[in-house]
């Protein structure tokens, strides 16, 4: 067994004022209660969910049929970890009585034999497993098996945990590579990551065994109860829905390429990291590796958006990044974020934390209003609203943020990355302690004999300086290392006030290997300029454009502040920058404002003889793209523009 | 009744050596044979047609259903259709033999009240018009009469028109707007267009009463027999195959914007066309010109390509024109010439004889292949294949010519435009000849008590000069009215080859109204320099781009010439333009070299900070947009181009 990098306790980890923090309180103060009454059919407007009712249907304690998608189970689930999240740091005990009637409920809807899903019981169990393809049970009990840990670490209270246990085991009872059991997986991973952590909560490495079998066995065999296709000779659902959809069109280890259903994938590739931390297979690794270049090289969007097609919500071909019909959905941007943080504690290389900051300013953030209560299930890098409302193949992009979806998937999947953000912070490895993400926070680290205290002070990500202070009880030796971004060119580093040059830069982090005193601080400053950004030219849809960014955030024209065509604009590349601060919706943010031209061509039979066009000087402001659509509905945006 | 300009009598039209000449030779060589051989199941390698047989199950002299489209009897006759024309000119008893079998066949299949359809007759006539939104049974009824017209006009044998009179006589007895007929219309127009063109060769203007009845309660009643949604409340069958797709979404005379699907609209405006030229109703021509206004400034590709969408096959809003994703039928083009024909009867202005000639060169020619046995349907502006045929909102674009289709209307389509193109060069008054097109052609015009031969030689499209002779017995007065195309800056005239400065520019066509004598030479030169055009800005995908054209010819960039990637090509606006001759599958053409620039960017990561990145020089080599994917298959094709 291969000893990586620890995790730190999420209950350790405090935020402390700045962004993260502002977020956190409106997690507990709006999202947490928005999406509760959501949930229990109390919103107005919104379609209803039916995911509690489900369990008081399942629980005989309601009459009637379940509602919503097949794996309605999963938005409770996701929504319990959040709130058990949330409860570590703002305990509340209504909140809490709320969860415990509703972790009753789970437990009425139970089955002896430990079954738990509100659509299959309505079916009648003996039907389960029985489309493992599109059935998503293994994933409900997945996110219910992980909110059922989050609650037992925000609490203490194991029932829910026991219950899963119950479930757990006649998973195990029930699949395996014995004889008479069902050899197969679910078609959307997340079992695998959740049978991990219930593992480690429990201490109990069968479930490891299991995940890993489920993730060894996919495209190795024909498998058991792939569904209703099953029949008969199985056909894809469509020339989409293939077998590289479900992440089954060949062993793991013989991946090179990501593929399919973007956010299936990221969950996968996030247990298989799981996988190689518990069994340090280099085969694992090398698939690891060679995915991750695939995505990083070929197939992401400058937001850290994934997924470049809305049928299959899939990857498609490399290079293949339309910014106007892409899938991008929040979903796939937090499954990265899972798949990110695994890797960067396997390997502590910038690249990995560099994308999860890319998606925590980005392309996941963007997932949510500013007031938190209005959600992209799709994130477009560009949009023409009244282009977008009527297509075909644009009916997948909304132009405004909604307050619910029939499937919301979204909502309480970011809801969860806010309650869980600090957790990507820090690592610690026995001799030295990993500073990833720059957060106001503070946190305990025990290293060998000694406890360490860190507290972090910053105005990131809006700002350039970062504080980092030590407390401890004696001197001690360890290794600081502090994540140098990919996009920060020029930075300072100081120890107690004085300029440090004993470092070493290595992967991307700045390491400072030094016997530590109580009351060392740390200043460290990320040059913060305004970058124009240009793309591969293989990416096709990008050439002859630029992207506007400033320290991790992507920027974009919104027509609320540039009028509206907003493709007649050029960016002059020579602008002068200027920074304006303003406060949207209680968060300080950064706008930038630049110079650029208008080109307005007006045809009388819509082509003309090219002629020099006049081009009105303009004054452009951009915004952060996660910002977008939030001060008025319906608004063109756009993030990567012409310039001149 | 209005007396507008007289259509020539096709018999009356020769071309003579030049473009479409050569493709008039292909048609009777090559593409009458080859779809003969298809529609008879004969062709290898491509769908089956059936649509022979179908008639011979109708004749019920052979067993079996029928096979493809419910509109399949529409194949056969289009091919009729263009095999009349090519008879014209072509005399040739084999294919006359194998039409009058073909004719008797459809005579076999005639039930005894007149009706003729192959497909109704499989489900028994009393379920005829039960689904007239979408069982196409006018619509084959309008392209069997058209053939049926074509075909005596060109062998004089009247045994297939006397056919369809019966079943034009059942129509007409079936529909209109007496108690217990009828009260309703085809979902797709054609039989307007068809009734009109029986109504002149039978002298009968009932016919043309049944089509104004069509079109005048299109979309101001009720219909009946709509289909099978019509049992239940009627609903849109998607959000996009609503009432505007099917042109009824108001009546006519208060329509103001092309809607709906492209094929269905241009067939309906042509029709309606018809009908202003008959009853000279004012309300038609305002409704018309509000029509072409629309399409012309707001919803047309710049080869004349129409329907932006695939889904609907239709018009989406105005300036949305993606190039990569458009649906550009190839049937919409040559619709659209019906329609702009009529126009340019009633108001000759080179707007209507602009986009005929458009499409002749551009479109609709894209349509099918240099060899004649090889089609698109879709005719995109931009491909890159390899994502063409990855993504499923591009599924309906093909990436080369296809030698059949399921769906086969194109094909035979095409046909009938090439066996016809002679009718598109010239129109006359009592007092004057008006000359649309250029293209190398006798014809003798009645004009008053002198005919008048005309003979034009040109080597147009790809040469600047055409040489216009008249020949008649007596000195004679007249208006000679020649086309001078948009597109043209610069021409000269002489008249006997000294300058001619006695003439007027009247809606673009120069006037020259004089007393002509025997042997008269008109010489004009329309000057056809290389041309970068630009696009309205509020056609966002064209912005910061431009396309190239010389004289009516669209000009694009090809894989084969210019090498993959083509989006890092970028055009040097100030290039030199080189013309260079070659010839193409026995077609002379021109193809322009030009100075620009490939402008190649290679990543790490697929982003990162712009710089000044390398410009090569490269010459590009551009090619008539309908050559494109005739010399390779599956090559990247771009008709804007970024420049500087």
């Not at 996919?218 to 569904?227: E, H, L, P, V």
């Not at 030219?537 to 002859?544: E, H, K, V």
């Amino acid at each position: 067994m291969n000893v990586y990098m620890e995790e730190m306790n999420p209950q350790k980890i405090t935020l402390r004022d700045g962004f993260w923090c502002n977020r956190n309180q409106l997690l507990s103060e709006v999202i947490i209660p928005y999406q509760w009454d959501t949930l229990n059919n109390r919103t107005e407007g919104v379609p209803l969910s039916h995911a509690v009712d489900n369990f008081r249907i399942a629980a005989k304690e309601m009459d009637g049929t379940p509602g919503g998608t097949i794996f309605q189970d999963s938005d409770v689930a996701k929504w319990i970890e959040a709130a058990a999240y949330s409860l570590m740091h703002h305990p509340n005990s209504e909140l809490e009585s709320s969860i415990d009637e509703l972790v009753r409920l789970i437990g009425e809807s139970q089955h002896s034999n430990g079954y738990v899903n509100t659509f299959y019981t309505a079916k009648g169990i003996e039907q389960r497993w029985t489309d493992l393809e599109m059935g998503h049970e293994l994933y409900c009990a997945g996110h219910l098996i992980e909110a059922s840990v989050a609650y037992y670490q925000a609490t203490g209270k194991r029932k829910l945990m026991d219950i899963m246990v119950l479930y757990a085991n006649l998973i195990a009872e029930e699949f395996g590579p014995e004889e008479g059991k069902l050899h197969s997986y679910d078609g959307h991973p997340e079992i695998e990551l959740a049978l991990y952590r219930l593992a480690e909560a429990t201490e109990d490495s069968r479930y490891m065994d299991l995940a890993d079998y489920f993730m060894n066995i996919r495209g190795s065999i024909k498998r058991d109860a792939t569904g209703a296709s099953d029949k008969e000779e199985r056909k894809p659902r469509s020339r989409w829905l293939t077998p590289d959809y479900f992440l089954e069109q060949k062993p793991i280890r013989e991946m090179t390429e990501v593929t399919g259903h973007s956010v299936r994938a990221m969950y996968l590739y996030a247990g298989v990291a799981d996988q190689y931390r518990r069994t340090g297979d280099q085969t694992l690794w090398d698939t690891l590796l060679s995915l991750w270049d695939s995505l990083e090289q070929r197939s992401v969007y400058i937001t850290g958006g994934i997924g470049s097609q809305s049928h299959g919500e899939r990857f498609t071909i490399d290079y293949d990044l339309p910014p106007d019909r892409g899938y991008t959905e929040t979903c796939a941007s937090i499954g990265l974020i899972f798949w990110a943080w695994r890797m960067s504690l396997i390997d502590p290389d910038n690249r990995y934390a560099d994308m999860i900051e890319k998606q925590m300013y980005n392309g996941a953030l963007s997932g949510i209003s500013l007031d938190g209560k209005a959600y992209f299930y799709v994130n477009p890098l560009e949009i023409k609203p009244k282009v977008a409302a009527f297509r075909q193949d644009m009916e997948h992009v909304l132009t405004h943020r909604a307050g619910w979806f029939d499937c919301a998937c979204c909502p309480t999947n970011i809801a969860r990355l806010f309650g869980s953000i600090g957790k990507y912070i820090y690592s610690s490895t026995d001799t030295s302690i990993y500073i990833h993400q720059f957060i106001s926070s503070e946190t305990e680290i025990v290293l060998g004999d000694e406890l360490v205290s860190l507290r972090q002070e910053t105005k990131y990500p809006w700002h350039e300086e970062i504080l980092i202070s030590c407390t401890m009880e004696h001197q001690k030796h360890f290794g600081l290392m502090l994540r140098k971004p990919r996009w920060c060119d020029a930075w300072t580093l100081e120890i107690n006030g004085m300029p440090c040059t004993s470092y070493c830069l290595e992967k991307g982090y700045i390491h400072i290997d030094r016997m530590w005193n109580d009351g060392d601080t740390v200043q460290l400053k990320l040059e913060m300029t305004v970058k124009l950004i240009q793309a591969d030219s293989r990416a096709q849809d990008y050439c002859g454009k630029v992207a506007l960014m400033r320290g991790p955030l992507v920027y974009c024209l919104e027509e609320f502040d540039n009028g509206p065509q907003l493709q007649e604009l050029i960016i002059n590349s020579e602008s002068n920058f200027e920074l304006e601060e303003e406060i949207l919706q209680s968060i300080p943010s950064i706008h930038i404002l630049l110079d650029g031209y208008r080109e307005t061509v007006r045809t009388d039979s819509l082509y003309e003889h090219m002629k020099k066009n006049e081009r009105i000087k303009v004054r452009l402001k951009a915004i952060p793209y996660y910002q977008w659509g939030n001060r008025a509905k319906d608004q063109e945006m756009r993030v990567w523009n012409r310039f001149i």
